[in-house]
């Protein structure tokens, strides 16, 4: 069974605050390394000491027994700072919780998310991009599409984490233009999420020749949008952005699909929802994805 790893340093501890799909594979990597991981119980009555899933690695045969530590919420000495891999929706109670146990205000917080808020903080954050893909079932979390991770280059402050960071994921870049990244991806989100939930597809389907025109206007309509919120972001790049993810990640399932799947909230609003806002504000049509946002809505929520 892997569990989180040896603590040789007394305040060297990643508190994770979110153990779905991403946060299980982010959880797994840590733990590979050997590197100190907690996380807080859903529930205050829980009796395990772990939270206990199973994980197949990328291209692996084998799904292994995995166990995070539970952390007791009195004392959080050892813990140096924060992952958070939560929707959207939920940053707001994340940052709560955060405040109820007395984390102090300095600890560095790590936010991986798809969509996008306004959420004010006085607490240093970090933004974290990734195009891994991950797949969850009650059974397996399988990590199924070999991605690339960002993180805000001013995280290289805190040394000790910076080290961590580079330690347990092979694959991250340090990147000085984070807010572009995270436009980008969010761009990237708002094209296949709410399509792959609304034709109940894989993102490898998506690239079949009945969904070309659509997701190229919902391309073109986020370019507008982007250049009048002041982010370069050029429509060939971001198109063959969108087509080579959806290579990359063919296998898998949306995070947006697999929450109606399971009949959970989804971030339509953080996505979607936040684009059609934002092109509001700036007097900008989005057709396509009002149709799409409207589509979607009447599908699922009634």
């Known amino acids: 069974m892997l569990t989180g790893g040896q603590m040789t340093d007394s305040h060297s501890t990643m508190l994770l605050m979110g153990a779905g799909a991403i946060g299980q594979l982010v959880a797994y990597q840590w733990q590979q390394a050997n590197l100190p991981l907690v996380t807080l119980p859903r529930k205050k009555s829980a009796t395990d000491s772990y939270l206990r899933y199973q994980f197949r690695g990328y291209q692996s045969n084998k799904v292994e027994a995995c166990a995070i530590p539970f952390a007791d919420p009195s004392d959080i000495s050892a813990i140096h ?95 000085p233009d984070i807010n572009t990244r995270q436009w980008q991806k969010f761009c990237l989100n708002c094209v296949i999420n709410p399509l792959t939930a609304v034709h109940q597809c894989l993102n490898g389907e998506l690239l079949a020749q009945q969904y070309q025109q659509q997701y190229r206007q919902l391309v073109i309509e986020l370019v507008t949008l982007s250049e009048a919120l002041g982010y370069w972001v050029n429509a060939g790049e971001l198109l063959s952005l969108v087509e080579s993810v959806c290579q990359a990640t063919a296998a898998n399932q949306s995070s947006m699909l697999s929450d109606v799947k399971a009949k959970r909230k989804t971030e339509i609003e953080a996505l979607t929802g936040y684009a059609l806002k934002k092109a509001a504000e700036v007097d900008i049509n989005m057709p396509t994805h009002a149709a799409l946002y409207q589509q979607f809505n009447q599908l699922y929520l009634r």
């Not at 306004?118 to 991009?129: A, F, M």
């Open 81 to 175: 700072a924060v992952f958070i891999a939560v929707k959207t929706y939920d940053l707001v109670n994340v940052f709560t919780e955060l405040d109820r146990i007395e984390l102090p205000q300095q600890y560095p917080i790590i936010c991986a998310h798809n969509g996008l808020v306004d959420l004010t903080t006085t607490r240093p954050c970090y933004t974290w991009i990734t195009t891994q893909g991950v797949t969850r079932s009650p059974e397996v979390t399988e990590h199924k599409g070999l991605g690339v991770d960002w993180i805000d280059s001013d995280i290289k402050k805190h040394r000790l984490l910076s080290k961590q960071l580079r330690t347990a994921f092979t694959r991250l870049e340090f990147d």
